[in-house]
């Protein structure tokens, strides 16, 4: 790891030094002899690195480099503060008297590390150690054959037979040479899937020639199709040119319907495969490449086809594969290390190579003591010479360019088997120094290409997006990958990290600390942080010393809900480039010089409820890309003006609207230009009356036009008599999700039907003079892209709308195609159309009549309803006749139901039905229930006029559960043997009764 923050403290030394920064405090010299000293051991670090390992007085003299670095950074860091300050004052330059007291007591610190380096320098020299290039490590080659070694595979018969029948049929037609990449991460057994299929009887008689090749690191041209050729002539070549070779291999391939495996292909140049391509696509049809890589960049390179993913093994196969190794033909097996064993194979994560290595590494030990020490270890901390693991998965890590190595080392500090946001972990990259600039391109765009890359390479898996940020999983061998990255823990003077505990697997690695409990002392201990996590920690203040933090860059006092104000002096945090205040739902204001925070840039303010108003001049944040939330003040100095020249990414919720005061100062916050606003939230608050008209209210909100790249968009409280006009196919082009809630004077409701990507909306609280969510007929001329009225929409939620009768005023065939969702409450007037597409309806409100209940069964396609909340009605016989794909049925709180409809035995599909708080209830449908023959789970809550249980159970085979609670009467004659209900139940495993 040495070498890598080596390199990233001497690109901050040669900016340092070459811009303009450099000049203004004249350490110029003393920068360029640290730079040149640093540069000359540079030079043998990686002869070092690999050296430390079997050496202990390398690995303490890596150690004291690694100090010596983090002090020089700190300098370093100190001085890019100063000089900054200086610039920004622009008075009395190098001679100001503070600048005279800051060089001195600067200069004696830089002779101090100028000695300890000169030392550092001398002492390499006794070692011997080699002079390298720090590049990509070579690494000792890799070599696989076709012949299947392994005594027997588990759990992967699926995979071989899906890509045998991608090969033989899928393709067989192809008239281009066919590529089918097997992705995935390093000891998942990619090249053993490619054996097995290699070796498929089918593949046999399919393929001729079959060729094996090992890739590995070395893919050129000539070595490989002299190997192709060999292969098929089954003899060695002499030294031959490329011409020569070519033709050979083409007249060798040509017209034949052949199968070639490129086995571990790391080449990512794109160049070199075209050109091994284009002598391949001499082939019959159907002729196919098969190739194994870890990289997905490969994959999209070589594939003509998708790549195959190749998952995880489950549980239950790495157990037999872990026993075979572990146990071998054993026919006695000690009950106790298979208890033991069974823990031990959860540390595999599903990964063969690990289930193979650490039943290896056990494989003559009998002793429940060693088996429980393999247990209790991480792997990272096995022996090396046993396990194969990490090597392995050591190769990954020696690919990655060296920018990238200590971004994938750092998330070994994150917890493992955790859900992490890419955002925050760019923002910790960002903190800790790691990204540099690349021309034009923000820091967060350096971060985002480096997370890519990471990911194609099988770091990062399991992503998600959620509301607009970014969400994924590290596998925890690859976390213990990077963990073992660092040897040894770090001084305090080298703290650059506190993490307060939150998660229980979260631990001190290198520069990074974990401490159990909060403690003010940890400000003065630790003065080098860079990064400060102190969420979810119950912090009611924020001592004032945190601003003697100078060289922090990341505070996060997020879900401290308790906070009311910030300390003035956090201010002082010149380097501060975030601080994450999200939940910290009491915060009700900021420090009034926030906007000397000159390097912020994420401000997370989402949650906080509380804040009544902006500091001033935010504005004057020119480095902000993420301002969670702003909320309008009063005053000139705080207005929503303030948003005019930033330039922000991700999502900010404006609060308070009704402080605007026109539509002119709504255009200053020049929202239409903002590009990089993928989420915009827009409330006015109900407690405070605006001084003007709702006419008014509406230019207002029109003057808020978004850029056409937003895709979440909410309005809440909004009081004018109609919606903007830019809610149209034109402005919300990219639009998926739309909430609009509590804008009760709108008497209509936009065209949310053209929006071409809406998956998602929610109606709430709206007018009374609304009938319908789409109230005109559909202009064919009106520009709008197609006919089909919502053409994405997957989740519809509408509430309050006390008089809305349906979705579209004039149905046809063309709406909602794709619905899958709906969600009605307290819509007494609405009846449901036919939508073909439904599968999951919730619907609840006091006083839906009969007309609304009977047109659910408009929806054919059902297949889970909860019905809630009802204090009048009863349920139409006829409701569930048209529901034959109904599985699970959910009846809430219908106090005035007595008996369920005899359409109930409609529902041959059903498996889960639950009725609870339905105190009316005196009995279930005998005909009803003896329909219900796919039914598995049956609960009854809080029905306390319940009389009996229907005999049809008795005939319900499949049911398998049965749960009854305060139900007084049917308690009563369930009970077990005696009851007179027993027999109707008797034969359902799993019976409970309260």
């Known amino acids: 790891m040495a070498e890598v923050f080596l390199q990233v403290l001497l690109d901050n030394l040669t900016c340092f030094i070459q811009g303009e920064l450099g000049l203004i405090l004249g350490f110029k010299d003393e920068f360029e002899k640290l730079q040149s000293t640093f540069t000359t051991i540079q030079a043998v670090l990686e002869d070092a690195q690999m050296k430390q390992l079997k050496d202990k007085a390398i690995e303490n003299w890596l150690q004291k480099l690694n100090a010596a670095a983090y002090e020089a950074d700190d300098i370093l860091d100190e001085c890019k503060t100063e000089a900054t300050i200086r610039q920004n004052k622009n008075k009395y330059g190098c001679y100001h008297p503070n600048v005279i007291s800051f060089r001195h007591k600067i200069g004696k610190r830089m002779k101090k590390i100028m000695e300890k380096l000169d030392a550092i320098a001398a002492e390499r020299i006794k070692f011997h150690l080699d002079e390298r290039t720090i590049e990509v490590r070579q690494v000792a080659t890799r070599q696989t054959g076709f012949v299947l070694n392994e005594p027997q595979v588990y759990g992967r018969d699926k995979e071989k037979d899906e890509i045998v029948k991608i090969l033989i049929n899928n393709v067989s037609n192809a008239q281009t040479l066919s590529v089918l990449p097997i992705l995935g991460m390093g000891g998942l057994g990619k090249t053993t899937l490619a054996q097995m299929v290699f070796n498929d009887q089918r593949v046999i008689e399919h393929f001729h020639p079959k060729i094996w090749i090992c890739v590995s690191e070395d893919f050129n041209e000539k070595r490989l199709i002299k190997e192709i050729v060999e292969s098929i002539e089954e003899k060695s070549l002499g030294d031959m040119d490329l011409a020569p070779l070519q033709k050979k291999l083409q007249d060798l391939l040509n017209g034949k319907k052949y199968l070639l495996v490129l086995d571990d292909v790391w080449n990512e140049d794109q160049d070199k495969w075209a050109k091994l391509r284009q002598v391949l696509k001499v082939g019959a049809s159907g002729a196919s490449v098969l190739t194994t890589t870890r990289l997905e960049k490969v994959g999209s390179i070589m594939g003509t086809s998708q790549p195959y993913e190749l998952s995880n093994l489950s549980q239950e196969d790495c157990w037999l594969l872990f026993m075979q190794r572990a146990f071998g033909h054993q026919e006695e097996i000690n009950l106790n290390l298979v208890a033991i064993g069974k823990e031990i194979v959860k540390k595999c994560g599903g990964v063969p190579l690990a289930a193979k290595t650490l039943g290896g590494i056990l494989r003559f030990k009998r002793e429940e003591r060693q088996w429980e020490h393999v247990r209790d270890s991480e792997i990272w901390k096995l022996p090396q010479e046993e396990s194969s693991i990490l090597p392995a998965l050591r190769l990954s890590y020696h690919h990655l360019p060296l920018d990238l190595r200590q971004c994938f080392a750092y998330c070994a500090i994150l917890p493992k088997d955790t859900e992490m946001e890419k955002e925050n972990l760019i923002s910790l990259w960002m903190a800790h120094g790691f990204l540099l600039s690349k021309g034009n391109l923000e820091l967060e765009d350096v971060g985002n290409e480096v997370w890519n890359e990471l990911y194609l390479r099988s770091f990062f898996q399991e992503i998600e997006v959620k509301y607009g940020r970014t969400y994924f999983k590290m596998h925890d061998l690859i976390h213990d990958l990077a963990t073992s990255l660092f040897s040894a823990s770090a001084s305090s003077n080298n703290i650059r990290e506190i993490n307060v505990k939150g998660y229980t697997h979260m631990m001190s690695i290198g520069f990074a600390k974990v401490v159990s409990s909060y403690s003010r002392s940890h400000l003065q201990t630790f003065v080098s942080l860079r990064v400060l996590n102190l969420r979810f920690i119950g912090l009611e203040h924020l001592p004032s010393s945190i601003g003697d933090l100078l060289h922090l860059r990341y505070l996060n006092l997020s879900g401290n809900g308790r906070i009311r104000s910030l ?29 000397k925070l000159g390097s912020l840039r994420n401000l997370l303010l989402d949650g906080c409820k509380a804040l009544t108003c902006m500091p001033p001049r935010i504005a004057s944040l020119t480095c902000l890309k993420t301002l969670g939330c702003f909320a309008v003040g009063r005053k000139k100095s705080s207005q929503i003006g303030e948003l005019q020249n930033l330039n922000l990414y991700g999502s900010i919720s404006i609060t308070h609207l009704e402080r605007v005061k026109n539509d002119m100062d709504a255009k200053e916050a020049n929202l239409s230009a903002k590009e990089n606003l993928h989420s915009l939230s827009m409330t006015w608050d109900e407690d405070e009356r605006p001084h003007r008209y709702e006419s008014e209210e509406v230019e207002v909100l029109e003057a808020l036009k978004p850029h056409s790249n937003l895709t979440y968009l909410r309005i809440s409280g909004f009081r004018g008599i109609r919606l903007p006009d830019w809610i149209n196919h034109s402005v919300l082009k990219n639009v998926v999700y739309i909430v609009i809630e509590g804008c009760e004077n709108c008497s209509c409701l936009p065209p949310f039907g053209e929006l071409p990507c809406l998956k998602s909306l929610m109606l709430d ?25 919502f053409p994405s929409l997957r989740k519809l939620i509408i509430g309050k709308f006390h008089n809305l009768k349906g979705l579209l005023k004039k149905e046809g065939e063309e709406q909602f195609p794709v619905l899958e969702e709906m969600e009605i409450f307290w819509c007494p007037m609405f009846v449901i159309p036919t939508l073909s597409s439904v599968k999951k309806l919730v619907t609840f409100g006091d006083k839906s009549d009969a007309i609304g209940f009977s047109s659910i069964s408009n929806l054919r396609a059902l297949t889970s309803l909860y019905i809630r909340n009802n204090y009048e009605a009863s349920l139409p016989e006829e409701m569930f006749k048209s529901l034959a794909n109904l599985k699970y049925l959910n009846i809430f709180y219908f106090t005035n139901l007595r008996e369920l409809p005899t359409s109930l035995a409609s529902l041959n599909a059903l498996k889960h039905l639950t009725i609870e708080f339905c105190g009316a209830l005196e009995s279930l449908p005998e005909e009803g229930v003896k329909g219900l ?21 008795q005939h319900l085979t499949t049911l398998t559960t049965l749960r009854i609670s305060q139900c007084p009467i049917v308690f009563k004659r369930c009970e077990k043997g005696i009851g007179e209900d027993w027999h109707k139940i008797a034969h359902i495993p799993h019976v409970f009764i309260s």
């Not at 201010?571 to 009034?592: A, I």
């Open 933 to 953: 023959t796919s039914l598995t789970q049956l609960s009854i809550v809080h029905c306390e006029m319940l009389e009996c249980l229907p005999e049809g159970l």
């Open 567 to 595: 300390p003035k002096q956090l201010c002082k945090l010149q380097n501060l480039q975030t601080l994450d205040l999200h939940g910290c739902r009491k915060l009700c204001c900021l420090p009034k010089e926030t906007s």
């Open 765 to 789: 609280k709206g007018s009374a003079d609304v009938e319908y969510v789409e109230e005109e007929d559909i202009d064919v001329h009106s520009g709008s892209p197609t006919r089909i009225r």
